[in-house]
């Protein structure tokens, strides 16, 4: 009787030890998907901005010229890039109470904003190299909150911080991975359905939902972080030898992150064609109705993402 009493006490204790444990792992799972949800409005206007706001924008600011236009524009959107080093240094560098990123986040996300109005009425009002400045000043904020964004993961889950299990990191960075793949996914679903939305008005009102979700996904962010106050942390000033050096890679030390570069570029090489489907669209099938190629164009997004994410999963497997 009693092995038998003691059997059931210990089935209990495990049943419910299960229990806590599957609560606090929902929990993180959560924050987590708070906590990267940035990703998904970086992915949201990334993908709306590239496929259907730049070609038609280039067209109505500039008649006959368009498809040069919008080359420069996605050159603008791409050399943006390159603040991301800088805004990761001065982010790991940062004292206040507020934690090191979330300052960066709100000061980017409001930049873009702001940036994002003088879209709307550089498009409305047909100012061409307007613009093309507030383009880059709203690339440049966004790619700015996005870069430290990406350092909160590893800020809130580190040896110093809330876990030092190496097993258990290892768990969340492969979930912190799974969030961001899902959020970036949804980010470009989430673009469609703008596209499809808004398909029958002035393509300057996507600038209005892009704001909105700039907004929420700032806020969720920033309340989801809970960074602690690094006011009193004595911080060294950054260098310009240390600003150069996030800008080189050491092939003899990092080569293989060296063929992760070489990929991306082809990546975004081979990508890079898609941003030219309206016209595409336009030119080729011979669709006039600006409603119906972006109808068409909706489509043929959702389709290519579907696509995507039925291969991603087989070849990860695959490479691994």
């Not at 368009?66 to 800088?86: D, E, H, K, R």
């Not at 986040?105 to 003088?118: Q, R």
């Not at 489509?299 to 991603?312: E, N």
Request: hydrophobic residues 45%.
């Amino acid at each position: 009787m009693e092995g038998s009493a003691l059997a059931k006490d210990t089935a209990d204790l495990k049943q419910t030890y299960k229990t806590c444990e599957d609560k606090v792992t929902s929990h993180q799972n959560r924050s987590w998907a708070q906590i990267t949800l940035f990703q998904l409005v970086y992915s949201m206007i990334n993908t709306g901005m590239a496929l259907c706001i730049l070609p038609q924008e280039a067209d109505r600011l500039n008649a006959g010229t368009g498809s040069v236009w919008v080359g420069i524009y996605l050159g603008v959107s791409g050399a943006t890039q390159l603040i991301c080093p800088l805004a990761g240094k001065l982010s790991d560098r940062h004292a206040s109470e507020f934690g090191r990123r979330r300052p960066f986040i709100v000061g980017g996300t409001v930049a873009t904003i702001l940036s994002f109005s003088l879209l709307r009425e550089a498009s409305k009002s047909v100012w061409p190299m307007t613009y093309v400045f507030a383009l880059l000043i709203a690339q440049l904020s966004l790619n700015f909150a996005f870069a430290a964004q990406c350092g909160l993961p590893a800020d809130l889950y580190s040896p110093g911080g809330r876990s030092s299990k190496v097993q258990e990191e290892r768990d969340t960075a492969g979930r912190v991975s799974a969030f961001v793949a899902m959020h970036s996914f949804l980010g470009s679903l989430f673009a469609v359905m703008v596209i499809l939305v808004t398909e029958k008005m002035e393509v300057y009102v996507q600038y209005d939902c892009y704001m909105l979700m700039l907004m929420v996904g700032c806020s969720v962010v920033c309340m989801a972080a809970q960074e602690e106050s690094t006011a009193n942390e004595l911080r060294e000033p950054i260098t310009l030898r240390e600003v150069v050096s996030s800008f080189m890679l050491d092939i003899s030390k990092d080569f293989d992150f060296f063929w992760v570069c070489v990929g991306r570029v082809f990546y975004y090489v081979s990508t890079s064609a898609s941003v030219f489907l309206l016209y595409y669209i336009r030119d080729m099938v011979e669709v006039s109705d600006p409603t119906e190629i972006r109808s068409k164009l909706a489509t043929l997004i959702i389709v290519a993402q579907l696509v995507g994410a039925g291969v991603s999963v087989p070849a990860g497997d695959a490479s691994n």
